[in-house]
């Protein structure tokens, strides 16, 4: 789905997704028959990426820190803009997986097959900041001090996108614990993508299609959010946390909105936007308190 939009090395990563793994697997996950469901959910993930980017352009901190990055390339594509020491999580599975595409991204893949089918665009030779790939399991408390001891002096920005929605609330608060820590160590600041909000009883869903719907009952996505947006600060300030800024939407570098017009028109678009809608989703820069 981000294949269809510009964040950065998207497209190449799926390019090489259908290549290596779809054609293997007999192919990849459909997402529903509904061109104007599947713009709607790529313009809220499209959305959901720049937001930490917005948050991130007026800091001075060059140390970030992403947790359960899946794969997004964020760090990749700011380490070659900027002298950033970026270091990029996620399970160890995840990360051995991910590997391969960043080789291939990078034109230094040791695996022809996925090297073949990379994008034309090589990233610079000598890029200006610094980029890791490293396992961590975000609530184990000792991996977690043990990855933040790898950065250099100076305050840290933690951003994390897709992942509070899976977590119960004993592990959102072990989460914290251990972000909240590095903060009062270091300095900096924590960007979450997922400040997410239930829908309210009666409300329906944004997108219609059933496979959406049972991914998340399968996973208690509904649940797993917060009650409100009330529910949602009181919760990280009892862990510690005031909220320093929330992220803008910027409709207008969305190349989904686009999309969406072409396949629902105007009517698809007034949905979202209609007064009264209720507020589903928000990206907060935390600071530890």
């Not at 400040?195 to 309210?200: A, E, K, T, V």
């Not at 698809?268 to 209609?274: D, G, H, I, K």
Request: glycine letters at 8%; proline letters at 7%; a neutral charge.
């Amino acid at each position: 789905m981000k294949g269809d939009t510009d964040i950065p090395y998207a497209r190449e990563a799926a390019a090489l997704l259908k290549r290596t793994a779809g054609e293997r697997a007999g192919g990849l996950p459909k997402f529903g028959s509904s061109p104007v469901d599947y713009w709607t959910r790529v313009m809220h993930f499209e959305s959901r990426y720049w937001s930490i980017d917005q948050l991130l352009a007026d800091l001075p901190y060059t140390n970030i820190l992403e947790l359960s990055s899946g794969f997004s390339f964020r760090g990749l594509a700011l380490s070659h803009q900027r002298p950033v020491f970026y270091i990029d999580t996620d399970l160890e599975g995840v990360i051995a997986g991910k590997q391969r595409f960043v080789d291939a991204l990078v034109g230094g893949s040791a695996d022809p097959e996925v090297a073949k089918h990379a994008g034309a665009e090589r990233p610079p030779t000598n890029p200006p900041g610094h980029y890791a790939l490293q396992a961590l399991n975000v609530l184990d408390a000792a991996a977690f001090r043990e990855v933040v001891a790898r950065f250099p002096p100076g305050p840290i920005a933690i951003v994390n996108e897709g992942l509070l929605v899976y977590l119960d609330p004993i592990e959102k608060e072990s989460l914290c614990q251990n972000i909240r820590e590095c903060l009062l160590a270091r300095g900096g600041c924590w960007i979450t993508a997922d400040i997410y909000l239930q829908r309210p009883a009666g409300t329906p869903p944004v997108v219609q299609d059933e496979s959406y719907r049972r991914w998340q009952e399968q996973h208690k996505i509904e649940e797993k959010k917060f009650n409100n947006i009330q529910d949602a600060e009181a919760f990280f300030r009892r862990m510690g946390f005031t909220v320093d800024k929330e992220a803008r939407p910027n409709y207008e570098r969305l190349i989904s909105l686009a999309r969406l017009l072409e396949a629902g028109g105007l009517p698809a678009v007034e949905q979202l936007r209609q007064s009264g809608r209720p507020r589903l989703h928000a990206t907060w820069r935390l600071l530890a308190s």
